[in-house]
């Protein structure tokens, strides 16, 4: 698909049923930056913005969800997160996270009734859509070390598929563990849109941002920042014929974030088993010395001690 490059964008697909209208295909779509933060409709596969409603000049619009009828938008740096009805785009309203995310909203996804947010950190927030309280975490792990900068969520088959920010990765993770089970690369996209792109090629934050994931058909679509293009990819198996071949220690090393909010880390293999525990000390015996026997003084002053 495509359309004018944005930036931030976020994408939730749907099948947009209206009035007496034949059903389509459509993304709402979240879009940041301040002063040109937007929520959308764009058709698929051809990209026309349908539909907008402005986020407002002081909010820097990220990550988006649709849950009953709602679309909710959260904004980075804040715990905002904005409310519009569905389908038309009408704000209903602007609520606060409580207790307030580590670095504001970055990507936002739903789940069992319930919103799961990122803010940058390894530990994903489970909330309330009427309180907007935290009632869990999630803490994600990579071969037991901690994984931060999940930024676009989108859960497929019960399975949480989260875009490493600054990389191409996108981790597979356990939403019940938060240990994460599979990867998938996908390092050819951004050469294709820098191509793609008026100027011509892609600046350095512009990287892969976006998941949408139809569940009727089963299609995978992603994009990214200042992308012109939104592709729909079909994910191989890395031991098959034209995959990867790499394991998951080499993805790991090659997905874990390196940045400000945490030292380099290389893969950690699990632990080995504790060593049995030691076997009590035996009890202390009495030995009786004898005296030594009185030696001669040796020559040219040279001392020392014998014994057998």
Same mark, same amino acid.
């Given at each position: 698909?495509?359309?004018?490059?944005?930036?931030?964008?976020?994408?939730?697909?749907?099948?947009?049923?209206?009035?007496?209208?034949?059903?389509?295909?459509?993304?709402?779509?979240?879009?940041?930056?301040?002063?040109?933060?937007?929520?959308?409709?764009?058709?698929?596969?051809?990209?026309?913005?349908?539909?907008?409603?402005?986020?407002?000049?002081?909010?820097?619009?990220?990550?988006?969800?649709?849950?009953?009828?709602?679309?909710?938008?959260?904004?980075?740096?804040?715990?905002?997160?904005?409310?519009?009805?569905?389908?038309? +785009?009408? $704000?209903?309203?602007?609520? /606060?996270?409580?207790? #307030?995310?580590?670095? =504001?909203?970055? &990507?936002?996804? !739903?789940?069992?009734?319930?919103?799961?947010?990122?803010?940058?950190?390894?530990?994903?927030?489970?909330?309330?859509?009427?309180?907007?309280?935290?009632?869990?975490?999630?803490?994600?792990?990579?071969?037991?070390?901690?994984?931060?900068?999940?930024?676009?969520?989108?859960?497929?088959?019960?399975?949480?598929?989260?875009?490493?920010?600054?990389?191409?990765?996108?981790?597979?993770?356990?939403?019940?563990?938060?240990?994460?089970?599979?990867?998938? +690369?996908? $390092?050819?996209?951004?050469? /294709?849109?820098?191509? #793609?792109?008026?100027? =011509?090629?892609? &600046?350095?934050? !512009?990287?892969?941002?976006?998941?949408?994931?139809?569940?009727?058909?089963?299609?995978?679509?992603?994009?990214?920042?200042?992308?012109?293009?939104?592709?729909?990819?079909?994910?191989?198996?890395?031991?098959?014929?034209?995959?990867?071949?790499?394991?998951?220690?080499?993805?790991?090393?090659?997905?874990?974030?390196?940045?400000?909010?945490?030292?380099?880390?290389?893969?950690?293999?699990?632990?080995?088993?504790?060593?049995?525990?030691?076997?009590?000390?035996?009890?202390?015996?009495?030995?009786?010395?004898?005296?030594?026997?009185?030696?001669?003084?040796?020559?040219?002053?040279?001392?020392?001690?014998?014994?057998?």
């Amino acid at each position: 698909m495509t359309r004018g490059p944005s930036h931030r964008v976020r994408l939730v697909y749907d099948n947009l049923c209206e009035g007496g209208d034949a059903c389509r295909d459509v993304f709402w779509e979240s879009t940041g930056i301040y002063g040109r933060s937007t929520v959308r409709l764009v058709s698929l596969p051809h990209g026309k913005v349908l539909r907008q409603q402005a986020a407002g000049s002081t909010h820097f619009a990220e990550g988006l969800a649709k849950l009953n009828g709602t679309l909710y938008q959260l904004v980075w740096q804040v715990s905002d997160v904005l409310r519009y009805s569905v389908p038309d +785009l009408v $704000p209903l309203g602007t609520s /606060r996270v409580r207790p #307030a995310l580590a670095d =504001g909203g970055w &990507g936002l996804t !739903e789940w069992d009734g319930l919103l799961l947010a990122s803010d940058s950190s390894a530990t994903l927030k489970w909330l309330d859509p009427g309180s907007f309280r935290v009632v869990g975490e999630l803490e994600v792990t990579s071969s037991g070390v901690p994984l931060p900068w999940l930024n676009e969520l989108e859960i497929i088959d019960g399975q949480l598929w989260a875009n490493v920010w600054q990389t191409n990765c996108i981790a597979r993770v356990n939403l019940t563990t938060g240990d994460v089970v599979g990867w998938v +690369l996908l $390092p050819g996209l951004a050469a /294709r849109a820098a191509e #793609a792109h008026p100027r =011509g090629y892609l &600046g350095s934050g !512009e990287v892969l941002n976006g998941i949408a994931w139809d569940s009727e058909r089963r299609r995978l679509f992603v994009t990214g920042k200042q992308w012109p293009l939104v592709f729909e990819v079909e994910v191989g198996d890395a031991d098959a014929p034209g995959g990867s071949g790499l394991t998951l220690k080499q993805v790991h090393e090659r997905c874990h974030p390196r940045g400000a909010r945490m030292a380099p880390v290389t893969y950690q293999p699990p632990l080995p088993p504790p060593p049995p525990a030691p076997s009590p000390p035996l009890a202390p015996s009495r030995t009786t010395l004898s005296p030594l026997p009185s030696l001669p003084t040796p020559a040219y002053g040279v001392y020392g001690v014998y014994g057998v």
